[in-house]
């Protein structure tokens, strides 16, 4: 274990996952400034609730709706739990508009904010507090009852009966009194400072307690479309001052928010992501890094219109150092004058002598508990090598408020938002941790997606009706930003032609460490079942709503694709390239190719069966069935097998996500067991949980091991041999949809000396420095063993002189084809064959000497004779 790695999550304030329990840096008093510029993005110390619906403009907070909790959380003071006092001013006002504000409309503040899981960022999301304010008829209110003072009347102050345009002064006050309860005095003002309403009651200390944010809020029901949609009230000059308010400068989130990197063959690629900015500040980004005691620009790029990202391709990267680096804008402040703001990361060098490498994977970044601080501690201690995010690392409902499908612009706004909640929970990882991020059918607002080539959707009554006539609902531009925030630092494409409508691809290689990743799309060539099949088994977002007596063959469509030819040929390269002294294949995708699920079938009437537990649902098993969910990549079946045949080749091992269910299998294409290993890394957060509890015990399972391992036919016929799975079951933590339905993450050890792959799904609620992984992991598996076919003859036993650890190619010359390659450990090694008969032998280092052997001939024995490999030296 690197302890100099893991030193930040000790270092108090210096990252995301503990400002939550650390001290202020200091105490001072706050006052909002705000550059003449036009933006959505409110400014760094702030977080608005939801982005679309705020800007800034000549120099005041917009609010743009007629709609209930929108909110700016401000993220830079609190106010802390000792006594003291508290005061916070604004000035508001009316935005002018043809229609005028509703009589329900309010506008104010909250203090004593408190998210559900302790952390300053659930706090700014979903924080609930005291809300303090006043009406748009001009009356204060304390909570969710208008209150009236003795010497107001119900006529509204105002001359017009609506808050006027020009502003006016809210002031809150709260000091301590004799009994320890606070009087809180509200007071509204005009701009002469003459009080119009004043209002005084007495509240808790502890209601006090908590973040602080500008609030409006409407009551919308019975208001049209176009009335909700019109802008509502500004605030400028917000204050927050009070010996109770504590600073934490060290919050402020932007405006370059979170970076992500991959380093492969000696070129460093990343992202810089940015908010929404004005199109009157600076338009690019710069990349620094720290040589010979100096900060030096490597790199200038520009900001992405839509996706608002800055992406680098560095070659020639000093990859043998690891070397502090800065990615630096030119903010405009509230003088009209540009501040430089840093974030500030590590490359690490490529571990290419490492003798281990480790592999975090993680799915379903669903955002119930949100910052998710407890599971990135956790996955911090076990020092991972890289991050792969597999998909649905966005849901369209996380951070409430709902999802936007248009206009467009809108609609980016709102992914955006979703995405950046992304980078407040992992930043202070993926900033100095080589990261893999791909998008899955979640991230682009589907709730399944059968890409079909990228063409767009047919027509539909629903969303739901739309997607299953296959490719995207979303415009393509829009699937491209989100695509371009999410893989945009990752290699170039193996083919980078894009797809219909002009959608672009990501898939690609990345070699680090000397781990060779293979990096696929499951989705965007998939057709859709609803269009492969008959319709007389009325499919409906990939399930047979008339169950058919014999599912494989109902579901098989033989001309329907998975992957596609393009990734197909892709795999089959990547699974023979093993230069840049690769000696491990790794693929990584969205989801397994096999449908590792039971749902209860028919029970007798004195049995209830739960459809989606969260307990230990195994006195049930005699009740469920194997279903078919054509989400999977189990289905089509022709098309998984081709992919299984195309990455045994490389020897590869499998990661993906997106089952909901834990999974460690062995895929099997014509029999059990004759092909490579997958991990189903259980979701973050998982709001749809899935259970493996199939109606009969595996078969050939090792003595003692549960009924529901083994060999099984999946719901379309694959072969699949199940080592572990992690079903839901009570914990005894709260909240109980969050802990009781198996969330967690994957951990992969890889053994650069004995070739050894240590596979472990964990929980999200143990702490891995004395807990254990989830029940039957660990699992161990020899690098070979991800080729597990049986052998019909053998090659010559291969002796190597004068290098160590080359490759080896099997080449079928009957054929053409190569049979495997694989980079031996040592100097040794009988190759295995599956058809007797005459082969190409090619030994040696892909990026320099190999020598080629043909007309060997097999045998039946792995010992029958010697091949002699001589590089000299």
């Given amino acids: 274990m690197n302890a100099s790695r893991r030193i930040f999550l000790t270092a108090c304030g210096a990252i995301a996952l503990i400002w939550a329990g650390c001290s202020p840096t200091n105490r001072a008093p706050f006052h909002a400034a705000h550059p003449l510029v036009e933006r959505t993005w409110i400014g760094p110390e702030y977080w608005s609730n939801p982005l679309q619906d705020w800007r800034i403009r000549e120099g005041r907070m917009e609010c743009l709706t007629r709609r209930p909790n929108r909110n700016v959380a401000l993220l830079v003071r609190d106010v802390a739990e000792e006594g003291g006092d508290v005061h916070l001013r604004v000035r508001l006002g009316a935005i002018a508009s043809d229609v005028p504000l509703p009589d329900s409309g309010r506008a104010g503040f909250r203090i004593g904010a408190r998210g559900a899981f302790h952390d300053y960022r659930d706090t700014a999301l979903r924080g609930t507090g005291l809300d303090v304010g006043v009406t748009a008829t001009g009356h204060l209110y304390i909570g969710d009852v208008l209150v009236v003072s003795e010497e107001a009347s119900s006529i509204s102050p105002f001359p017009g009966g609506v808050i006027p345009e020009e502003g006016v002064f809210l002031d809150m006050r709260a000091m301590e009194r004799e009994d320890g309860q606070y009087a809180l005095r509200l007071r509204l003002e005009n701009l002469d400072g003459n009080v119009l309403e004043s209002l005084e009651t007495p509240v808790d200390s502890d209601a006090l307690t908590g973040g602080l944010a500008l609030t409006v809020d409407f009551n919308d029901a019975g208001l049209s479309r176009e009335e909700t949609n019109r802008p509502s009230f500004w605030f400028e000059d917000w204050q927050a001052n009070g010996t109770r308010v504590r600073a934490w400068p060290e919050r402020a989130f932007g405006p370059v928010l979170f970076a992500m990197h991959t380093l492969s063959k000696g070129t460093l690629y990343m992202t810089a992501q940015m908010p929404p900015l004005s199109e009157d500040e600076a338009q690019e980004v710069r990349l620094a890094v720290r040589k010979d005691g100096a900060w030096e620009d490597v790199g200038r790029a520009p900001i992405d219109p839509m996706a608002r990202t800055a992406t680098f391709a560095i070659p020639d990267w000093p990859d043998s150092l690891d070397t502090p680096y800065r990615l630096a804008y030119d903010l405009t402040s509230a003088t009209g004058r540009t501040v430089e703001h840093i974030l500030e990361g590590t490359v690490r060098r490529d571990p290419t002598d490492q003798e281990e490498m480790v592999v975090a994977g993680f799915t379903g970044n669903n955002d119930l508990g949100f910052p998710h601080a407890d599971l990135v501690r956790r996955v911090a201690w076990h020092d991972p090598d890289i991050l792969l995010f597999t998909g649905d690392n966005i849901y369209e409902s996380i951070g409430g408020y709902g999802y936007v499908e248009g206009p467009l612009h809108t609609a980016m706004l709102d992914y955006l938002r979703k995405w950046y909640l992304f980078g407040w929970e992992y930043g202070e990882l993926t900033k100095d941790i080589p990261t893999v991020a791909i998008p899955d059918d979640h991230d682009v607002y589907h709730g399944n997606v059968w890409g079909a080539g990228g063409k767009a959707t047919g027509p539909g009554a629903t969303k739901k009706e739309r997607q299953d006539t296959g490719g995207y609902v979303m415009p393509a531009s829009w699937v491209n930003a989100v695509q371009r925030t999410q893989t945009a630092h990752l290699p170039p494409p193996y083919d980078p032609a894009p797809v219909e409508q002009g959608i672009g ?11 060779s990743f293979g990096i696929i799309e499951d989705r965007k060539w998939k057709d859709s079942p609803k269009v492969a099949l008959p319709a007389s088994l009325d499919i409906e977002n990939g399930w047979a709503e008339n169950q058919p007596t014999n599912p494989p063959e109902a579901l098989h469509a033989p001309t329907a694709d998975l992957l596609g030819q393009r990734q197909l040929d ?45 307990f230990d649902a195994s006195e049930y098993a005699p009740y469920d069935r194997i279903v078919q969910d054509m989400d999977s990549n189990g289905w089509p079946k022709h098309g998984r097998d ?45 709001f749809y949980p899935r259970r493996w509890y199939p109606p009969m015990p595996g078969a050939n399972r090792p003595e003692g091991a549960p009924k529901n391992t083994g060999d099984f036919l999946d719901g379309f016929g694959n072969h699949m041999t199940v080592l572990a799975v992690s079903n839901p079951y009570r914990t005894g933590m709260e909240p109980r949809n969050l802990y009781d339905r198996a969330p967690g993450y994957g951990i992969v050890r890889l053994n650069r000396e004995d070739r050894m792959l240590r596979i472990a799904n964990w929980p999200r609620h143990v702490d891995p420095e004395d807990g254990e992984p989830y029940p039957g992991w660990p699992i161990a598996i020899r690098q070979e063993d991800n080729y597990g076919r049986e052998a019909a003859a053998w090659l010559p036993q291969i002796q190597v002189r004068g290098m160590q650890d080359p490759v080896v190619q099997v080449i079928e010359e009957a054929t053409g084809e190569i049979a495997y390659t694989l980079r031996i450990a040592g100097t040794t090694f009988s190759p295995k064959v599956f058809a007797a008969g005459s082969y190409t032998l090619r030994v040696g280092e892909p990026d320099g000497a190999m020598q080629a052997f043909t007309g060997v001939q097999s045998a039946s024995s792995p010992d029958a004779s010697v091949l002699e490999v001589d590089f000299g030296g």
């Fill in 505 to 515: 691809v990501y898939y690609t290689d990345l070699t680090y460490g000397g781990v």
């Fill in 570 to 614: 892709f795999l089959e390269h990547w699974a023979a390239d093993w230069s840049y002294g690769a000696w491990m294949k790794f693929l990584v995708s969205q989801t397994i190719f096999a449908n590792v699920a039971t749902l209860p079938q028919a029970a007798p009437s004195d049995v209830v069966v739960p459809r989606l537990e969260i």
């Fill in 642 to 686: 081709a992919a299984i045949r195309a990455i045994r080749k490389g020897f590869a091992f499998h990661l993906a996500g997106d089952q909901h269910l834990g999974s460690t299998i062995r895929y099997g294409v014509d029999a059990w067991g004759d092909a490579g290993y997958a991990l189903c890394v259980p979701s973050v957060a998982n």
